[in-house]
């Protein structure tokens, strides 16, 4: 880990590397291991007992090649740039999605199968954003023998399961919800999507989505095959399925937190299951921040949330630019950025 943490490429403070092992996603009790457990239910079901296979035990450090060039990330995408990803080393980054696998799995011969893991990205600070959550990625590859079972363009049909079937494992986590299909832009999939859940007032983005590149196929030597591709937020799924309001409770040892869930609680639809009870929340605490932008580097609102996070960790609820004023005389920029604090646990002091 020193090592590691030494390399003059790494941007990853030890408030990041502390989450890696955690793996929230596989403690049955908690909220983000339920929902994992509900949505394999749904593909036992749709599909049959097993047939998607679940792998949810892959290191989060990967190579940068399984996770952009495996999937076709073009040199010049801002996901590359070390403001918008954990490096490592040069060459190794904290994965920033689940789809860091799909190549090797598919080299490996899975045709079906599911990836759940903490993903890990230099993000802006709110309710519905953390900078280490957790995805389950799903692929589903179609034989030829599959597609020529249909009168649809092989992409139309691959499209349309894809997105009957994700309609189907919304209907299974919330029965009636309002959701809508936005079209979307990935480099490992054409056409994309993603779906988007009505949730306390607001669209939700939940997903992405999309048929998958002829080109990662064949590199894993599928020529006739076609297959789709999913990633979804499991926080985002599970603040709806619980009504949880904040995505940095799952990280809490609140009991008044931990003890609201239970393996196998879990009802098909949301027919009676127990939501989240909400516990008062403890008054937040603002102070303001404001400094003049260095001249000659430049600055990005994600270096400021990570030098907020390290500092203050779990204490931030949010990041805020709230006036930008301008010097003429000396050109130069000052910004004041709004930092909202609040335990989860106490009331803070000034
Ligand atoms: C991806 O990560 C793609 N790899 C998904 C994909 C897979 C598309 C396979 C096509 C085929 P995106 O960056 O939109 O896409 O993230 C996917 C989901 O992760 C989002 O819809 C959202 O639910 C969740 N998510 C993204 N950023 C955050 C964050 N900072 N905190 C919590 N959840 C997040
Ligand atoms: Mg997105």
């Not at 790494?10 to 990041?16: L, P």
Request: hydrophobic content about 35%.
């Amino acid at each position: 880990l020193d090592i590691l943490l030494d390399s003059p490429d790494n941007n990853v403070s030890e408030y990041i590397f502390e989450k890696i092992g955690v793996d929230l996603h596989r403690r049955p009790e908690h909220p983000l291991g339920i929902l994992k457990s509900a949505i394999l239910e749904y593909f036992d079901s749709a599909y049959g007992k097993g047939s998607f296979r679940m792998f949810d035990d892959l290191h989060p450090i990967v190579s940068t090649h399984e996770n952009f060039d495996s999937v076709l990330v073009p040199q010049d995408h801002v996901s590359r740039s070390k403001n918008d990803t954990y490096y490592v080393t040069e060459d190794t980054v904290l994965r920033c999605h689940t789809s860091a696998h799909q190549l090797s799995l598919l080299k490996q011969g899975e045709k079906k199968f599911l990836v759940t893991g903490d993903v890990y990205r230099r993000d802006t600070i709110d309710a519905t954003h953390f900078p280490v959550f957790h995805q389950m990625e799903g692929v589903r590859v179609f034989t030829k023998c599959e597609l020529s079972s249909t009168e649809l363009a092989p992409q139309d049909f691959v499209s349309q399961e894809l997105k009957s079937m994700l309609e189907g494992l919304a209907k299974h986590l919330f029965g009636e919800v309002e959701l809508r299909w936005v079209d979307a832009y990935f480099p490992f999939t054409d056409p994309s999507y993603e779906l988007e859940i009505f949730f306390n007032g607001e669209w939700l983005e939940v997903l992405g989505c999309g048929v998958m590149q002829k080109q990662i196929l064949n590199g894993a030597s599928l020529v006739d095959e076609e297959a789709w591709a999913f990633g979804l937020g499991l926080e985002r799924l599970a603040m709806v399925l619980f009504d949880i309001p904040d995505i940095r409770l799952f990280w809490t040892n609140d009991e008044r937190f931990s003890k609201q869930f239970k393996a196998g609680m879990f009802r098909s639809g949301g027919h009676n299951m127990q939501k989240f009870k909400s516990y008062s929340k403890y008054p937040p605490c603002y102070k303001d921040v404001s400094f003049w932008l260095p001249n000659v580097s430049k600055f990005t609102e994600n270096d400021l949330c990570e030098i907020v996070r390290s500092t203050a960790g779990n204490l931030v609820e949010e990041v805020k630019l709230i006036d930008e004023f301008h010097n003429p005389k000396t050109n130069q920029v000052s910004n004041c950025y709004r930092i909202t604090y609040r335990s989860m646990d106490r009331s803070l002091t000034d």
